[in-house]
Structure formats: C-alpha cells, structure tokens
C-alpha cells in the first residue's frame, strides 16, 4: 500500500504558475501508474493528467493540455503537476492519486475510480 501527500497549492494570479507535488511513502511508486485529479466546489472530480510508470506515455485531459505538465521522479518517489498561464477555472482541490493495473486502457484511466490511493489534497486558487 501506498500514501500520497500533494503540497504546492496557493493563491496565484491569472497567468501565473504553480509546480504541485505528491510524495509518496509506503512504496516505490515507480509501481504505480499516477494521475492528477481536481474537484471544484459543486462539481465532479475531474481528470487533470496521467503518467505511466515508467513516464514514457503521458495523457491530459484538453481543458489543460498545453499548459499543464506532468511529470515523475521514481528515484525520490514524486510525481509533479507544472501548472503555467493558470486561469481561474483552474481554481479547485488538485489530488493524486495511484494506479497500480497495468491493463487499464486510455477509457478507463481518466476516471476515478481506476485509482486504488488518493493523498488528501492541495488547494490551488487563481484569481482574476
């Protein structure tokens, strides 16, 4: 099993950027498939990004393609949301989370419920 702490959100003017963070512990994380997630006040949680174990194949969702970058360190066990020309519908609680099933295919993956660990969360808020 493994825990997952996000850190890195704040307040942050339109256009500006933030680099969140998600430490891992209890594993090498480098077993696990890892996706960001957000959730809005009111609304669904929704699929931010995804990177395979191994980094090589990367996924986002078009709300943020082009502006978001997603990357992983498996040797300091971290995985990294680089956030730029941040607007303030970005404004939401951003999660990690982990996926440990190699078989899921690119369907499944933007849901929630193909990852088995969550951290609890980190709070980024863009202003207009």
């Known amino acids: 099993q493994v825990q997952l702490a996000e850190s890195g959100g704040g307040l942050v003017q339109a256009g500006g950027s933030l680099r969140l963070s998600c430490a891992a512990s209890?594993?090498?994380?480098?077993?696990?498939?890892m996706g960001w997630f957000r959730q809005a006040p009111g609304k669904e949680r929704e699929f931010v990004a995804r990177?395979?174990?191994?980094?090589?194949?990367?996924y986002y969702s078009d709300s943020v393609k082009g502006r978001f970058t997603i990357s992983r360190d498996n040797a300091k066990n971290a995985v990294y949301l680089q956030m730029n020309s941040l607007k303030p519908e970005d404004t939401a609680v951003y999660y990690c989370?982990?996926?440990?099933?190699?078989?899921?295919?690119?369907?499944?993956?933007?849901?929630?419920?193909?990852?088995?660990?969550w951290g609890q969360g980190t709070q980024v808020t863009v202003s207009s």
């Open positions: 989370a982990a996926d440990p099933d190699p078989s899921h295919t690119i369907q499944v993956v933007t849901r929630p419920n193909a990852y088995d660990y």
């Open positions: 209890g594993r090498t994380l480098s077993a696990y498939a």
């Open positions: 990177i395979s174990r191994s980094g090589l194949s990367i």
